[in-house]
């Protein structure tokens, strides 16, 4: 479920070794888009324990060396360019050295006139045209090189501070679970960190107990929490997910946990389904509508009026959910 508005960086460039009567190869600038959030669904049935309900569909967990949990980025430190796990359609992955740090990236080819330069969740997007060759890609990314880290550096840094917005880490702060309100507390004697009350049915003043001890700082107190709420969202996902294959006869090929800026979920044509860990922050209906709308994308890889006749069927009465969401952005804590 991506948002429509992705961050177009475009340069100007001399040509070389096109076609007669080609454009320039690299595009001119367009002013980049701020992300935009996606849309909602409503409620459901009460999760399962998350058994092995489809054997078939694995859930993975993020490739090696791509954290969760992205830290502040600077401008000395290395940008982090993993391969996305699965790589969109027709899509190859290159690397290229440069002097700052090697720079990989997602290759597309088009029918396009010129190379064209994304920031997306998944990091760099280079589009080209078909007659433009791998070595011309290349030295357009080494071209380019310090100013695409440093949109990097920005999409990474922006990411991180829309996580932070409006939460304070510290004893006392308060944090949306499954669409309640709890309230984070350290120094107690638990060895891992727990819930006060029903991890299944929170409920508004619950505390999160962090096995932390009461001076730590506020950042071991974000990254505890955090982790608690990506472990709840795996179980939680998986239960649901789980739930809706049971009711819809949909298969998977596997499904795995995202720490996207832009996107709730996603969902390819061979199976392989991603959710935003941030969805746990809302109640059980969004997050049910978000797993029926990419289930629905197996039978439609669209948005037809066939695709929502299938979300309906999926999950029916999902609009309200649907409205609800379109108003939060991925990025950031959703305020109730």
Sequence with gaps: MPSTDQLELLFDSQEHDAPTGAPPLIAAPTPPAAPRPPASGPGAPR??????????????????????????????????????????????????????QPIGFVLLRSRRRSIGFVITDDGLRVT??????????????????????????????RKQQLAMAHTRWQAGGELPYLGRRIIIGVGGDSRQASLSGDAEAPQDGDTLWLALPSH??????????????????????????????????????????SSAATRWGSCTSDGNIMLNWRLIHFAPAIIDYVI???????????????????????LPDFEDAKNILRRHDPASLPQF
Excluded: Y
């Design 128 to 157: 080209a045209p078909n007659w433009v060759t791998l070595t011309q890609i290349d030295d357009a990314v080494r071209e380019k090189s310090r100013w695409i880290l440093t949109k990097l550096r920005e999409w990474h840094a």
């Design 216 to 257: 730590a700082d506020q950042g071991r107190i974000r990254d505890a929490a955090q982790a608690w709420l990506q472990q709840r969202a795996g179980a939680w996902f998986g239960a649901r997910l789980a739930h809706f294959l049971q009711v819809s006869g949909l298969k998977i090929r596997r499904w795995r946990l």
């Design 292 to 314: 029926a709308h990419e289930l629905a994308h197996l039978r439609e890889m669209n948005h037809s009026q066939d695709f929502w006749r299938e979300v309906g069927q999926i």
């Design 47 to 100: 999760p399962v324990p998350p058994a092995n309900l489809f054997p078939d569909a694995a859930s993975a967990p993020a490739p090696a060396g791509e954290p969760l949990l992205t830290p502040s980025p600077n401008a000395t430190a290395r940008v982090p360019t993993p391969c996305p796990d699965p790589l969109p359609p027709g899509a190859r992955w290159r690397e290229v050295p440069t002097e700052q």
